[in-house]
T-cell receptor, first 114, second 113 residues
């Protein structure tokens, strides 16, 4: 089944403890992206990747890192999480950057930073 | 600056009626517009894409219109059902050539039995 898989689904952590949220897609998509979703603010893009080893900042990149060493994986790294990063996170992918193909989203990771 | 506006107030309708949701945008010249459905706590799911040269697109009970003069898209669900209750998001590609979609904040639809 074609899908975007995020793990973990839920994560509670403490301020300053490094964490990684994994994202994997099995559709051979070139483009991958991370979003956070907060009440009243909608989906905001954190980072995106046009292809392997090509990443760029979205609208709200501060406090996050990403890497794209393989086409299928696009992990999101929080080196020193803070409470303002408590949010619902989504990974998404699509066939090709620059086209009009739809985004496929993962089921989300609900992160709480205390 | 580029802006996408969707009604933040929930739309409440009775089962069987047609739901109409609006997406307005400013400072965009999009080649296309997409609509997604999002259920609580889940990722958005793509529904329909309409291109700038298309006035209307249909898929089963869904219909999307795209008026580039008014800078508006309307999303209709005919014969609505309680299972249609969800948040509906519109998305447009940013200008600049690369695919960096921006989403509206979404409108919640509640269909009452």
């Amino acid at each position: 089944e074609a899908q975007v898989t995020q793990n973990p689904r839920y994560l509670i952590t403490v301020t300053g403890k490094k964490l990684t949220v994994t994202c994997s897609q099995n559709m051979n998509h070139e483009y991958m992206s991370w979003y956070r979703q907060d009440p009243g603010l909608g989906l905001r893009q954190i980072y995106y990747s046009m292809n392997v080893e090509v990443t760029d900042k979205g609208d709200v990149p501060e406090g996050y890192k990403v890497s794209r060493k393989e086409k299928r994986n696009f992990p999101l790294i929080l080196e020193s999480p803070s409470p303002n990063q408590t949010s619902l996170y989504f990974c998404a992918s699509t066939h090709q950057a620059g086209g009009n193909s739809p985004l496929h989203f993962g089921n989300g990771t609900r992160l709480t930073v205390t | 600056s580029q802006k996408i506006e969707q009604n933040s107030e929930a739309l409440n309708i009775q089962e069987g009626k047609t739901a109409t949701l609006t997406c307005n945008y400013t400072n965009y010249s999009p080649a296309y517009l997409q609509w997604y459905r999002q259920d609580p706590g889940r990722g958005p799911v793509f529904l329909l894409l309409i291109r700038e040269n298309e006035k209307e697109k249909r898929k089963e009970r869904l219909k999307v219109t795209f008026d580039t003069t008014l800078k508006q898209s309307l999303f209709h669900i005919t014969a609505s059902q309680p299972a249609d209750s969800a948040t509906y998001l519109c998305a447009l590609p940013r200008s600049g050539g690369s695919y960096i979609p921006t989403f509206g904040r979404g409108t919640s639809l509640i269909v009452h039995p």
